[in-house]
């Protein structure tokens, strides 16, 4: 008997469960969230509790669906991407994937496959590390930080490389406190019957209302959070070279 994965596939049915009903009826405007709880989120989709705007930030599904499948093949990497690749194009236009391209923790390879299986967008964050912290507040460089993967990626029309992000200078403008991690840890996959609850998926409504509010064209110095927000909530709008 599989102790481990029974005990990761536990904790993420626990995980989905504790949102459900945060995610019924009108939910919320923006979810952002970022690996375990990116990976939630993936799963919650997939299921069809929710159908909004989504900012998945180095989701760790393959991880997760690779240690849940000996037990469940229904959270299989392939049929959770069949699952996601099966919803409505307009609904997975609004799903956008960041990765950083040094992330030690989580591959890009699996947001890669992630997004060819099942047609979403991908933005690489160049140099990017696991929390993306730096590369979310830096300035965005414009039109020129930009770059489309090749065709042969197979990858849907908007997926793009940022590229030549800086640090933000003095303050800067803060990452939301949403974006930081969501749903439990994973050394937190065992735990007792009873126990705290586990913490829900942090919804933006802040960073989601300061989107709609910043038109891109007359964003002064927008952050790449900024852009990448506006590309959940209005589509691909980030320009490519």
């Known amino acids: 008997w599989n ?9 993420l049915e626990d995980c989905v469960a504790a949102q459900a009903e945060a995610l019924e009826g009108p939910g919320p405007g923006l ?12 799963v919650a989709i997939a299921r069809g509790l929710y159908a909004g705007p989504a900012l998945l930030l180095a989701p760790a599904l393959g991880r997760v669906a690779a240690w ?6 229904g959270l299989s990497a392939s049929t959770l991407h069949q ?11 609004r799903m956008v994937v960041v990765h950083g391209t040094g992330d030690p ?3 890009l390879a699996d947001s890669l496959a992630l997004c060819r299986a099942a047609g979403l967008r991908l933005v690489a964050i160049q140099g990017g590390t696991h929390s993306l ?9 414009g039109a020129a930080s930009a770059a489309c993967w090749p065709a042969e990626e197979g990858l849907p029309r908007g997926s793009v490389v940022l ?4 640090d933000a200078e003095g303050d800067g403008v803060e990452k939301d406190s949403t974006l930081h991690g969501n749903g439990t840890a994973h050394h937190d996959v065992v735990r007792e019957r009873g126990g705290p609850p586990l913490p829900p998926l942090r919804f933006s409504a802040r960073a989601a209302e300061r989107a709609r509010s910043t038109a891109p064209a007359a964003a002064d110095e927008p952050t790449i959070l900024d852009l990448l927000l506006q590309e959940a909530l209005f589509g691909p ?3 490519a070279t």
């Open 3 to 11: 102790v481990a994965a029974h005990a990761m596939r536990v904790s």
């Open 163 to 166: 590229r030549g992000w800086q």
């Open 105 to 107: 923790i989580v591959p």
């Open 31 to 42: 979810v952002v969230a970022s690996s375990w709880g990116a990976a939630v989120a993936l």
């Open 68 to 73: 849940c499948a000996p037990v469940d093949p």
């Open 237 to 239: 709008r980030l320009s």
């Open 133 to 141: 912290n730096e590369a979310l507040t830096a300035r965005a460089a």
């Open 83 to 93: 699952a996601l690749g099966a919803l409505p194009a307009e609904m997975r236009a």
